[in-house]
């Protein structure tokens, strides 16, 4: 597949660097030569990059817009992307994907007005970050947390501490065919572990889990989170979009307290958000005492929302120093996300990651509705769907002789039941089967389940 990039931002880059690993032909563009030459200086990939304009015709003509297969529009303004996508559509590219800054853009009753303006899809990242943080504050205990094919299955990711009743012990010793969940990835340090049955979970990990809702309860007293409370009262600190996404899509029974400098802002907040459970304070959330004020220890949770990373991370280690359990951190400097994991400041949300994960997901199958980024795990979650004749169909997954660093975690049939797979499972053909392997493996799963499957990134 053909695919040109525009854009060669922190998005554009994350972008760039997944497709590279699956082989495609990609060529990255903008118009900022020191970008471009900063990507291929610092990394080894296989792309090809021009320094010009992506709103150029000659420009896109260059970069062969007219033969492509999807072009993609991610510079930091809106109205950019959509004009070159109308430019490249116009040109001849098959599919265009554009990064948008307006949630109306996203509103289905928009989509036939794009198409006919040559953009196919759109992408709006504080949305997807909303959604990212209202999964991971559902549970307070968990890192992250998602459902899989409308709650069929379920994934926790748990930081794992001295209460947890499950490490030291090898895998194939801690989980056979009558238990309840799998693990499915180990984080450990700097390492992502795709876990065979010698690997054990160690303190200090955070273990991936796949299992189904009725079995959370369990898992919560096998990682000694008992007594984390439920999350009722939450802080944010940082009034902009992504907030306001995040309180809009709460749920009723949550409180919401919402810090921000900006006088104006503020009065803007009470416009939109005017319920009786959201409060906005004008102040400086970098002020102990006024969180103290404001009732930061009554808080079930704490969420760094502003533009600025350092402050963030700084907020969120501050509001765990003063018993806050669960914190979330929104960390936009992708440099930052290993200092912030070793920091231990709980939930990491990158909007950049979030939406190059989206658009990747996009170009492997358009009908898929679930996407999901592990932020601080160099892993891929993928939902392979069987297809009629493939050799996945009739035997023993132990049999199917997978590529070391690939586990399959659990599948989904037609009746919408999701189960665990064990060695002995046996796929059938439809079955929705959820993958972890190691970044940059999908495309080896293709002689696994093909003829006609599909794949789509979690």
């Known amino acids: 597949m053909k695919i040109v990039i525009a854009g060669a931002g922190a998005v554009g880059s994350h972008l760039a660097t997944l497709l590279s690993r699956e082989d495609q032909d990609i060529i990255l563009i903008d118009e900022d030569p020191e970008k471009t030459s900063?990507?291929?200086?610092?990394?080894?990939?296989?792309?090809?990059?021009?320094?010009?304009?992506?709103?150029?015709?000659r420009g896109l003509k260059e970069g062969g817009?007219?033969?492509?297969?999807?072009?993609?529009?991610?510079?930091p303004e809106e109205t950019r992307n959509i004009t070159c996508c109308m430019l490249a559509h116009t040109l001849g590219a098959r599919k265009t994907i554009a990064r948008v800054d307006s949630a109306e853009y996203t509103m289905p009753q928009?989509?036939?007005?794009?198409?006919?303006?040559?953009?196919?899809?759109?992408?709006?990242?504080?949305?997807?970050a909303a959604r990212e943080i209202l999964d991971g504050l559902k549970r307070s205990w968990v890192r992250q947390y998602w459902e899989v094919a409308d709650g069929a299955l379920v994934m926790l990711g748990i930081k794992l501490r001295e209460k947890a009743r499950i490490t030291g012990v090898a895998l194939r010793d801690l989980c056979d065919a009558q238990t309840p969940y799998h693990i499915v990835a180990i984080k450990r340090d700097d390492d992502t572990i795709i876990p065979s049955g010698g690997d054990d979970l160690r303190v200090g990990d955070i273990a991936y889990f796949m299992t189904t809702k009725r079995h959370i309860q369990y898992i919560r007293e096998i990682v000694g989170k008992e007594d984390y409370a439920d999350v009722r009262n939450v802080m944010i600190m940082g009034g902009g979009r992504t907030t306001v996404h995040v309180v809009e899509g709460k749920p009723d029974f949550y409180n919401v307290k919402i810090i921000d400098q900006n006088e104006e802002r503020c009065h803007r907040l009470n416009e939109i958000l005017d319920a009786p459970d959201t409060r906005?304070?004008?102040?400086?959330?970098?002020?102990t005492a006024l969180l103290l004020d404001e009732g930061l220890s009554d808080m079930h949770?704490?969420?760094?929302?502003?533009?600025?990373?350092?402050?963030?991370?700084?907020?969120?280690?501050?509001?765990?120093?003063?018993?806050?359990?669960?914190?979330?951190?929104?960390?936009?400097n992708m440099d930052y996300i290993p200092m912030a994991e070793?920091?231990?400041?709980?939930?990491?949300?990158?909007?950049?990651?979030?939406?190059?994960?989206?658009?990747?997901?996009?170009?492997?199958?358009?009908?898929?509705?679930?996407?999901?980024?592990?932020?601080?795990?160099?892993?891929?979650?993928?939902?392979?769907?069987?297809?009629?004749?493939?050799?996945?169909i009739g035997k023993p997954v132990r049999d199917l002789r997978l590529p070391s660093g690939v586990t399959l975690g659990g599948y989904v049939r037609e009746e919408g039941r999701g189960d665990l797979i064990?060695?002995?499972?046996?796929?059938?053909?439809?079955?929705?089967?959820?993958?972890?392997?190691?970044?940059?493996?999908?495309?080896?799963?293709?002689?696994?389940?093909?003829?006609?499957?599909?794949?789509?990134?979690?």
């Not at 906005?280 to 002020?287: A, C, E, H, L």
């Open 110 to 128: 928009y989509r036939d007005l794009f198409l006919q303006m040559g953009v196919d899809a759109v992408i709006y990242p504080e949305g997807l």
């Open 301 to 332: 949770a704490f969420c760094a929302l502003t533009p600025e990373t350092e402050t963030n991370i700084l907020a969120c280690l501050a509001a765990k120093r003063m018993g806050v359990r669960k914190t979330v951190a929104l960390v936009e």
């Open 65 to 75: 817009v007219h033969q492509c297969d999807l072009f993609i529009a991610v510079t």
């Open 422 to 458: 064990y060695g002995g499972t046996q796929l059938q053909a439809g079955d929705r089967v959820v993958v972890f392997c190691k970044s940059g493996m999908l495309k080896t799963l293709d002689r696994y389940f093909t003829k006609k499957s599909g794949l789509r990134l979690f």
């Open 280 to 287: 906005i304070i004008q102040g400086d959330g970098r002020d």
């Open 38 to 57: 900063r990507l291929l200086n610092s990394s080894d990939l296989d792309l090809m990059t021009l320094a010009v304009s992506p709103t150029s015709i």
């Open 342 to 392: 070793k920091l231990d400041i709980g939930t990491i949300i990158n909007k950049k990651m979030i939406a190059a994960s989206r658009i990747y997901q996009m170009m492997l199958d358009t009908d898929a509705q679930n996407v999901k980024c592990l932020t601080i795990a160099d892993a891929d979650v993928a939902e392979i769907v069987v297809g009629e004749g493939s050799p996945a």
